[in-house]
């Protein structure tokens, strides 16, 4: 069921980074219930190569893997365009893939009207990187984890409360080496933290064979 190599709490409101190696999976667990972890990746050796939304959720779509709220390959931008992650394990399978988008000073001036002051996902990120030298303007799209949304009308943007319970988790195995940089969102006025932004937990393993689940258990 393999080894786990690293463990991290993500504290409510904040961000980290962990290196996940090719082979190795990483599992993003709700620690404390409802809430969405607003994660990103770069290749470890490279960072202008960056997660990209859009791409990912096109190219998962051609080949069947995977919908607007669920994939299967993560990949990484062109020109690199290559598979950085494998979602190997996700009981929850609802997430907001389509968009990239992520909490920032702009999402909280437009939505909430406040100006200055809030944490947001996007700062969570740039600190977690800055560690291994990435540079802010090089954070790329998000992977929302346990994100749920609609579109209601073709114009309303809604977020729904995420639907992760305590210990949901989940699961993907790293193709290339990577960086992979996790928000606990800290938004308390959407919907998608349950009214309540909560702490967030990072799993390394090795060791995982092919077609074997890690189980939370073992
Ligand atoms: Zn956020």
Redesign the pocket.
């Known amino acids: 069921m393999g080894r786990v190599v690293q463990e991290v709490v993500v504290p409510r409101c904040e961000g980290r980074a962990v290196e996940v190696r090719a082979g190795q999976v990483l599992r993003i667990v709700a620690l404390d219930g409802p809430q969405?972890a607003?994660s990103t990746f770069v290749a470890l050796d490279n960072p202008r190569e960056g997660y990209h939304a859009g791409q990912t959720v096109a190219l998962n779509m051609l080949a069947g893997t995977g919908t607007m709220r669920r994939v299967t390959t993560l990949w990484s931008r062109p020109p690199y365009e290559r598979p950085m992650l494998t979602v190997v394990d996700d009981p929850v399978g609802v997430h907001f893939a389509w968009n990239g988008g992520?909490?920032?000073a702009g999402?909280y001036s437009v939505r909430d009207g406040i100006e200055s002051g809030h944490r947001?996902?996007?700062g969570?990120l740039e600190e977690a990187v800055r560690p291994w030298g990435v540079d802010p303007d090089l954070i790329p799209d998000v992977f929302?984890v346990f994100m749920r949304t609609d579109v209601e009308d073709e114009q309303r943007l809604v977020f729904r409360e995420s639907p992760a319970a305590a210990g949901d988790y989940i699961d993907l195995r790293a193709e290339i080496d990577v960086l992979a940089a996790v928000?606990a969102?800290?938004?308390e006025t959407?919907a998608?933290?349950g009214g309540d932004p909560k702490r967030l937990g990072l799993e390394v393993r090795e060791g995982v064979s092919d077609g074997e689940t890690p189980n939370k258990a073992d």
């Open positions: 969405v607003d992520r909490c920032s999402v947001t996902c996007q969570n929302n928000s969102c800290p938004s959407s998608s933290n």
